[in-house]
């Protein structure tokens, strides 16, 4: 993988990372929740910037042309969902299994890669991400000690 590959597919990564955050803020049982909307709300802004400090790394490249379809911000397998929508627990949970997912990918690519600029790089996305999971697993334990984080 390339260098430009790697930003290629983080760019499609935090795209689809802020967007999915976007629509967990907005999600009714996460709105109760004041601090979480809040959090969802910031990682959404922090994964915007990151897609935009990828963008100013790849001038060459038309940016609109990169979706994420192989990226999909998926939630966590469970059994079926209300109609009523994501449920506090399921939103936290989706967002942390997707956190580790995309950490578990730079990772890959930092421990496989043969170019130091790729590992580097690669290393950098997944500390991010791993400030990111951080972050909700504070929320994860505040939930499960019965606050709403």
Do not use: C
């Not at 009714?28 to 990151?50: D, H, K, M």
């Amino acid at each position: 993988m390339s260098l430009r590959d790697l930003l290629a597919r983080a760019l499609a990564m935090r795209r689809e990372a802020a967007a999915g955050y976007r629509r967990l803020a907005r999600e009714p049982e996460v709105r109760e929740a004041p601090q979480v909307a809040r959090l969802f709300s910031r990682l959404a802004v922090l994964e915007g910037e990151q897609a935009a400090r990828i963008e100013r790394d790849l001038p060459d490249l038309e940016v609109g042309t990169i979706l994420a379809e192989q990226v999909a911000w998926a939630p966590p397998m469970r059994p079926a969902r209300p109609a009523a929508g994501v449920s506090l627990e399921d939103a936290l949970e989706t967002a942390r299994e997707n956190e580790r997912g995309m950490r578990a990918i730079f990772e890959h690519i930092a421990a496989t890669s043969p170019s130091e600029a790729v590992r580097i790089r690669a290393l950098q996305f997944a500390l991010a991400e791993t400030r990111h999971l951080s972050t909700i697993e504070e929320a994860v334990a505040a939930a499960r000690d019965g606050g709403k984080a």
